[in-house]
């Protein structure tokens, strides 16, 4: 099992930054890829980025690619999202999910087996 718990959401403006992270308990954390998603009121759950559990691999939604990055630290159990030139559309739930020993890695949130809570991101325009 795994436990996610993600912080560092909070209310920014246009073009600030943010950084998430989210921490694990649990003993599988370093065979999942990890990804971050998001979801707006009325909307569905999209896929925002993920990163192998050995981090050669990482994939970006169009939308963030350039603005967002993705980053792991097996060490300390936390996945992070660095999060640049932040919009207004970038307002949502942020959730980190799990992916246990994936044989590819996914951008949709079917297969991911373990997810957090959620952080609210709100950018004002």
């Known amino acids: 099992q795994l436990q996610l718990v993600e912080s560092g959401g909070g209310l920014v403006q246009a073009g600030d930054s943010l950084s998430l992270s989210c921490t694990a308990s649990?003993?599988?954390?370093?065979?999942?890829?990890m990804a971050w998603f998001r979801q707006a009121p009325g909307k569905e759950r999209e896929f925002v980025a993920v990163?192998?559990?050995?981090?050669?691999?990482?994939y970006y939604a169009e939308s963030v690619k350039g603005r967002f990055t993705i980053s792991r630290d097996n060490s300390k159990n936390t996945v992070y999202l660095r999060m640049n030139n932040l919009k207004p559309e970038d307002t949502a739930v942020y959730y980190c999910?799990?992916?246990?020993?994936?044989?590819?890695?996914?951008?949709?949130?079917?297969?991911?087996?373990?997810w957090g809570q959620g952080t609210q991101v709100t950018v004002s325009a």
């Open positions: 999910a799990g992916d246990l020993l994936p044989k590819v890695i996914q951008t949709v949130a079917g297969p991911y087996d373990y």
């Open positions: 649990g003993r599988f954390f370093g065979s999942c890829a």
């Open positions: 990163i192998s559990w050995d981090i050669t691999t990482t």
